[in-house]
């Protein structure tokens, strides 16, 4: 058989710990065999962002702006802990949050529902997308621990030098301060690309925050979404006959778990962050979860959502076969392919990506799962290993 071709390179970023591993494995086993990868590698695993002082996650940001598509695995963000453990120069920041800054987009998380996998809530029958703007926040703040009594100000200097300041708090003894930020342009991108991607999959669009609290920083978001939403897509929506409102976002919590699902539901950074894993796991799994970062500029990266799973990497240290779940990671990819094929043109590898991520639903259909999908099951099947599951996935495959 002859494998298929790709015009163009995706972005391939290689991460760490037992994510590392399946990426590998991944491409050996699924990928490889049916597709002349083009990519353009970079190593993002922590040991060579250490070496490169973190340039190399720049870099890679940069090549997704120039191939459009890139694919992600998960990587350490390091903390204290970490920096003793690899010997780093530095606590390097986030590289989902390097990368996040730099192509500034929204990040749209899809749960993948199975037959085998009832939700949490039993009343969820459609899948909840979380869309979380992908820029800045707390990913990009400045903090400063405050040793004693003393006056902390925010403090603005205009381009013109012109001052502007207004006390954050009077200290009397120590404690702790942040500082955040967030701008018009992206903030209107985040608005557009969640009514365009609401319209694309015609499903309703809900926008939560706390304005009521940040009056200032959560009413910007609030504004600019209702501004757009009546100069352009009201009458989109209408047509599409989907809606699109704002709650506050404990509002949100509550209607949600009282919904069937199905909505796009649009969250700051921080919100997205932590609601995702909500979603997820009230799905099923972490890693059955889908993960695409959009830019205004037409940039899509694919990853997956979950972390690099320590725990089961230092078992696989050991020589134990671990029974990771590949499933979001293999997604990453075939979202990317696809991707690459869709704006290529190029049917052969689009028709590739979907029948990969078919393969991964029958083989799941079939019962062969991983420990944490086989726990969420009744009657609950004998779990497979990673590799196991790989084979079962191959096998299936139909061109
Ligand atoms: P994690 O890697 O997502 O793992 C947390 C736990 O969730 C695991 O111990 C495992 O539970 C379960 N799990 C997650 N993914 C799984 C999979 N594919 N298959 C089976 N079980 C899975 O989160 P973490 O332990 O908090 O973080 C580990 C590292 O990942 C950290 O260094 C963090 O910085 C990094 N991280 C990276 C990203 C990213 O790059 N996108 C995101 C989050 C965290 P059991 O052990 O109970 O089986
Ligand atoms: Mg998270």
Redesign the pocket.
Known sequence: MSKITMQTPVVEMD?????RI?WAEIKKELLEPFVELNTEYYDLGLPHRDETEDRVTVEAAEAIKKWKVGV????????AQ?VEEYHLKKQWK???GTIRSILDGTVFRTPILTERIKPYIPTWTKPITVARHGYADIYRDTEMRVEGPGTAELLFTGADGAVRRETVYEFEGPGVLQGCYNKDSSIENFARSCFEYALSEKRDLWFSAKDTIMKQYDGLFKASFERLYEAEYRPRFEAAGITYFYTLIDDAVARLVRSNGGMVWALKNYDGDVMSDMISTAFG???MMT?VLVNAEGCYEY??????????YYRHLKGER????????IYAWTGALGKRGELDGNAALCRFAKALEQAVLDAIAGGVV???LAALMDPKPVPVD?AAFLAAVRERVRG
Do not use: Y
């Open positions: 991460g760490d710990e037992m994510t399946l992600k695995c998960a990587t350490i963000t390091p903390n970490r986030s590289p989902n799994s972490l890693a993960s990853e997956a959502a979950h972390g690099t799973v320590t725990r089961h671990t029974s990771t779940n590949p499933v979001a990671t991983t420990g944490d990673t």
